[in-house]
């Protein structure tokens, strides 16, 4: 009897305690996880603030203490940011009175900010690279072992042998256009890479190449590509080095210039290959005017109707990428592209299962949201 | 190899969220911008010389613009070293009256070029030529006041699917939307697939290697 | 050449004509005309309009002159409509010569509206590095902008007593015209950091970005001009945009002209030569 007494007691004060804590409120400290480190995340809850009240929290370093937010806010989060690494950091709330009497007091930590050795929250785009790594990675080396990977034909790179014929036989010069953007831009590198094969090419028929650029680093990086190009071909005195020449870094002027060079040499064939934005139409008008063939190619999405509408041939997003491992037929080139198309039917499938997870399972569907919004 | 260890601790750096590891991406990202810094030095040698080379010695109706392209140049650098740098008086005249003019008015050629492109290239010559033409058609009017006007009456009314705005904005909201996902994954396991090339070394051809 | 022949081949120079005629006239006239709002553009006005009185807003302006036509108008707009609800706006700049564009914007609305430069708004300038800078205002806007536009340290600016990091801005704005732009701030300042973000871009880049709206990302988006003339018209306040409308109409209209002259006459003459070879 005694015993139940006793227990019924314990239950009691526990309810009790919990109830009083929950009236008087909660207020937690946590070091913000998978962050470089020196942030902690505070969390209040006070249900019992009145008006008249007003809430202090104070930071506890190293013996000393200071203020460092103030509100009438019932709950509320704030992140203390800029905390030492390796610091123990304790939190003081205090709620204040209209006359600066101190009501209530709760603290929460000490709390370390430290840094995480790896963000979990990106675990997921790891994965991703992980399997995109292995597939291209397993379909080079089969490649290798003699494993042909057949292509479809792509008409633009088809016609680039034709397009540069064309402008020999009328004994006009050879636009390329690389894109308005810097060499770290993967699609000015693709577009570099396709001038190479375009310089090969140029360098046996002895046309004339033209190739005026919008930065500094791509015509440096666009020089070395061509004069490779013409030793290669056997043809280094026909390279030099004004072929590829610099205009403005500005987007329009760069657009003027081109332009310029189109209506007064006027190019029997155009090559605009990288990445464009608003100038696309100008470019591809403009050498749609002066009977130029066009080949354009481009990975913006709102550019590439502009040059299906006025270009000869377009490359469409993935293709420009392609474009390397189709014009040299290299087999370990091949074989990087047929892993990128089984990366891609890999990501089709997991898209299929999530949007079915979603529509019948809405719960799941909501955490996979949650997760891949949260990658930040 | 240059590459792949640059690119390797970019690549960390995005998993790893140690201070020790941003500092370093930090600083590669810094010594990037320095180094186009200094290479724009590179082009605008490269371009006055090149310039000064055709105004002198090319043909005969290209030096005109060479030398406007050199007198533009220096002027304007010029403008930009005098007191107040480019606060100057000069300098903001440059500004206000020559370059957002001219800007501004080659972009505005679009508008022309669309209207010429769109003559030309909306044809009806198949199918799907047509399907764009008619979609074209329906944006283009929704697009304006003009397809207000004209399918205001079934705005509110249970014909609401006829209104033109709305139907352009399902245009742009559903079908437009899924093409351009499907354009923009492509084009970024394309770009994923380039840079792991890049790195390991298959893909030379930029640093005019094979 | 039949008549018919010399339509289907237009030469483009009477087609620039006409639109060149199309554009200037109606804008002679300045005819302002509202127009419908669509849902992508009113978020954005509601996202800022809900705020509080005195919130301070980040507007990024990452365009230069030659998309001033499409960019400029919505930029002012959205800068009215926080004068309106006296919210206090932080101007920076991706682009080199965003700021000075914002500069104009204020050195006429500032003497108008009675705006204290350091109390309701400040131009810190421009800095190069796009996402790398956005990512910096994340830890403090000191690390990348120590101080405006003119020099003067940030501490002796009232405005950022209340604000220290991106996180502090009640809300973000990008009128932005490519790269860097509206996708970075996008990717940090909403994804990472969980500020609100809305912006302007050219008609031409709109399309791109509704995946971004209809996945949460954007609060919203103003496309071209005639974005810029809805939001106008949401704060009801005419300017640029609704007065260039008129003009939009009309170059619409003449487009739809010409795809319907050039269509017909495709037809007929695809007619007329089966008609003459079953002959």
Redesign the interface.
Same mark, same amino acid.
């Given at each position: 009897m005694k015993r139940l007494l006793f227990t019924v007691i314990l239950i009691s004060a526990a309810f009790f305690s919990l109830s009083a804590q929950e009236s008087e409120g909660t207020f937690t400290a946590e070091d913000v996880k998978y962050d470089s480190g020196g942030s902690v995340d505070l969390a209040w809850n006070l249900p019992g603030l009145e008006e008249s009240q007003t809430l202090e929290i104070y930071r506890v370093f190293n013996g000393g203490e200071g203020k460092i937010i103030q509100s009438k806010d019932l709950s509320g989060r704030f992140s203390d940011r800029n905390l030492k690494l390796k610091g123990s950091y304790s939190y003081v709330l205090r709620v204040v009175n209209e006359d600066g009497t101190v009501a209530k007091e709760i603290s929460a930590g000490p709390v370390i900010p430290g840094a995480s050795l790896f963000s979990m929250k990106r675990a997921i785009v790891l994965a991703a690279l992980i399997i995109i790594f292995y597939l291209i990675t397993h379909y080079i080396r089969a490649s290798r072992r003699g494993i042909e990977f057949p292509i479809r034909k792509i008409p633009a790179l088809e016609s680039v042998d034709e397009a540069i014929g064309r402008a020999t036989e009328m004994g006009k010069p050879i636009l390329f256009v690389p894109g308005i953007m810097d060499i770290d831009d993967v699609q000015t590198v693709a577009g570099i890479i396709i001038l190479g094969e375009v310089a090969s090419k140029t360098a046996a028929y002895d046309a004339t190449l033209n190739v005026p650029v919008s930065r500094s680093m791509v015509m440096s990086t666009a020089r070395e590509t061509v004069k490779e190009s013409y030793l290669k071909a056997g043809r280094p005195d026909a390279f030099h080095e004004n072929m590829i020449h610099y205009l403005t870094d500005d987007q329009f002027g760069y657009v003027s210039g081109v332009d310029g060079i189109m209506a007064r040499e006027k190019p029997a064939a155009i090559f605009m290959l990288g990445t464009f934005y608003a100038e696309s139409l100008i470019l591809a008008e403009t050498g749609n005017s002066i009977g130029a063939i066009q080949i354009a190619g481009t990975a913006m999405p709102s550019q590439l109707p502009f040059f299906i509408a006025a270009c000869d041939y377009t490359l469409i997003g993935e293709e420009l990428y392609a474009a390397s491992a189709y014009l040299s037929r290299q087999p370990h080139m091949l074989g990087a592209l047929k892993g990128q198309d089984m990366a891609k039917l890999f990501i089709m499938i997991i898209l299929i299962i999530g949007t079915i997870l979603t529509l019948l399972f809405p719960p799941v569907g909501a955490w996979i949201i949650n997760v891949f919004s949260n990658i930040g | 190899m240059i590459t792949a260890f640059v690119a390797v601790i970019m690549?960390v750096a995005?998993?790893?969220?140690?201070?020790e590891v941003?500092v370093i991406r930090?600083d590669l990202?810094q010594w990037?911008?320095i180094?186009?810094t200094f #290479?724009?030095?590179?082009?605008?040698l490269?371009?006055l010389f090149?310039s000064l080379?055709k105004a002198r010695k090319g043909?005969k109706?290209?030096r005109f +613009?060479n030398w406007v392209t050199i007198v533009s140049l220096l002027g304007t650098m010029a403008a930009g070293f005098l007191k107040g740098g480019i606060n100057s008086p000069a300098f903001d005249f440059i500004?206000n009256y020559i +370059?957002?003019p001219?800007?501004?008015t080659?972009?505005?050629?679009?508008?022309?070029?669309?209207?010429?492109?769109?003559?030309?290239?909306?044809?009806?010559?198949s199918v799907m030529a047509t399907i764009l033409?008619i979609t074209?058609?329906i944006v283009?009017?929704g697009?304006?006041?003009?397809g207000?006007w004209v399918t205001g009456w079934a705005q509110g009314t249970s014909l609401d699917f006829l209104y033109l705005?709305n139907i352009t904005?399902w245009i742009?909201?559903v079908m437009?939307?899924a093409?351009?996902?499907a354009?923009?994954?492509?084009?970024a396991?394309?770009?994923?697939? #380039?840079?792991?090339?890049?790195i390991?070394g298959?893909?030379r051809? +930029?640093?005019?290697?094979? | 050449m039949s008549f018919l022949e010399k339509l289907d081949r237009l030469d483009r120079r009477i087609i620039f004509l006409i639109i060149g005629v199309a554009v200037f006239v109606p804008l002679l006239f300045r005819v302002p005309i509202k127009v419908v709002q669509s849902p992508i553009v009113q978020d954005i006005y509601e996202g800022i309009q809900a705020l509080p009185e005195g919130s301070i807003i980040l507007l990024s302006f990452d365009y230069d002159p030659s998309t001033l036509a499409e960019l400029q108008p919505m930029s002012e707009a959205v800068i009215k409509h926080c004068i309106q609800k006296k919210h206090k706006m932080v101007f920076i700049g991706l682009w080199p010569q965003g700021p000075k564009l914002a500069q104009g914007i204020m050195d006429e609305m500032a003497p108008r509206y009675n705006l204290q430069y350091g109390v309701d708004y400040v131009n810190l300038g421009y800095k190069t590095g796009g996402l790398v800078v956005i990512s910096s205002l994340g830890s403090a806007i000191s690390d990348p902008f120590p101080t405006d536009m003119n020099g003067t340290p940030l501490r002796e600016l009232p405005i950022f007593n209340e604000v220290k990091t991106l996180r502090d801005f009640d809300y973000v704005v990008s009128m932005s015209a490519g790269d860097p732009g509206i996708k970075h701030w996008v990717m940090i300042a909403k994804d990472r950091f969980k500020v609100p973000v809305g912006g302007g871009v050219t008609a031409v880049s709109a399309p791109a970005f509704y995946a971004y709206y209809n996945s949460g990302q954007l609060e919203g988006l103003m496309g071209g001009l005639r974005g810029a003339a809805e939001y106008e018209t949401l704060i009801d306040t005419p300017g640029t945009a609704s007065y260039g409308m008129s003009a939009q109409n009309w170059a619409h209209l003449m487009i739809i002209l010409f795809i319907i002259i050039g269509n017909s006459t495709m037809l007929i003459l695809k007619r007329r030569k089966e008609k003459s070879r079953v002959r």
């Open positions: - | 690549i995005y998993f790893v969220p140690k201070p941003s930090d990202q990037f911008l180094v186009v #290479t724009m030095v590179l082009g605008l490269n371009l090149v080379h043909r109706e290209d +613009y500004f +370059y957002i001219l800007s501004a080659i972009f505005s050629l679009l508008a022309f070029y669309v209207a010429s492109a769109s003559f030309r290239a909306f044809r009806a010559k033409l074209a058609f283009m009017m697009r304006v006041p003009l207000d705005p904005n742009m909201e437009n939307m093409g351009q996902r354009v923009l994954m492509g084009a396991l394309g770009l994923i697939a #380039t840079g792991i090339k890049i390991l298959i893909e051809s +930029y640093l005019g290697g094979e | -």
